[in-house]
Antibody, heavy 121, light 106 residues
Framework: EVQLVESGGNLVQPGGSLRLSCAAS????????MSWVRQAPGKGLEWVSG????????YYADSVKGRFTISRDNSKNTLFLQVNSLRAEDTAVYYC??????????????WGQGTLVTVSS | DIQMTQSPSSLSASVGDRVTITCRAS??????LNWYQQKPGKAPNLLIY???SLQSGVPSRFSGSGSGSDFTLTISSLQPEDFATYYC????????FGGGTKVEIK
């Protein structure tokens, strides 16, 4: 059974940092591109960042470019998102999501339960 | 970035109704269009990929159509468990989502 379990969300002050993690199981993690998608309270979905299966290619939404860094550790089946210089508008539930098939398809067949990041003083 | 516009933003329907949701891309995206269902407090669930392919395990009352810049999600006979918010998403390049369509009970 495919499982994605996020952690690391917390209440943080503006300008602060967090490292989000997503532990994957039930599939060959190193074979799939992965993404982070966020959802502000009461709002829609926003793709944040994606990473190729090897980690050699990374992609970012303009809204987070230069502040967020995606990475992965295929030996530990874990996806990360380092979030720096946080702003109030980054407050959201952050989901990790798996690409549906091998290769970068950007359609997401499995999602974690999400981890909440709240940016407030 | 490619902008995705969904309509309507909400609708009220009854069990058994046929429901249609549309999604328009700001440029042609071929068939690189996906549909998700999301229930309150839950993660999204992939329904349709590549505009018209039904994801494994999704009931056949869900169908998708379209290509280029105009797409449609159809629920042929609305069931109680289908009351949720639906999102389109383009995977032609950097992913973007539509604003969502909330399907409510009439």
């Amino acid at each position: 059974e495919v499982q994605l379990v996020e952690s690391g969300g917390n209440l943080v002050q503006p300008g602060g940092s967090l490292r989000l993690s997503c532990a994957a199981s039930g599939f060959t993690f190193s074979s799939y591109a992965m993404s982070w998608v966020r959802q502000a309270p009461g709002k829609g979905l926003e793709w944040v960042s994606g990473i190729s299966r090897s980690g050699g290619s990374t992609y970012y939404a303009d809204s987070v470019k230069g502040r967020f860094t995606i990475s992965r550790d295929n030996s530990k089946n874990t996806l990360f998102l380092q979030v720096n210089s946080l702003r109030a508008e980054d407050t959201a539930v952050y989901y990790c999501a798996k690409d549906r098939i091998v290769g970068l398809t950007n359609d997401f067949d499995y999602w974690g339960q999400g981890t909440l990041v709240t940016v407030s003083s | 970035d490619i902008q995705m516009t969904q309509s309507p933003s909400s609708l009220s329907a009854s069990v058994g109704d046929r429901v249609t949701i549309t999604c328009r891309a700001s440029q042609s995206i071929s068939s690189s269009l996906n549909w998700y269902q999301q229930k309150p407090g839950k993660a999204p669930n992939l329904l349709i990929y590549a505009a018209s392919s039904l994801q494994s395990g999704v009931p056949s009352r869900f169908s998708g159509s379209g290509s280029g810049s105009d797409f449609t999600l159809t629920i042929s006979s609305l069931q109680p468990e289908d009351f949720a918010t639906y999102y389109c998403q383009q995977s032609y390049n950097t992913p973007t989502f539509g604003g969502g369509t909330k399907v409510e009970i009439k």
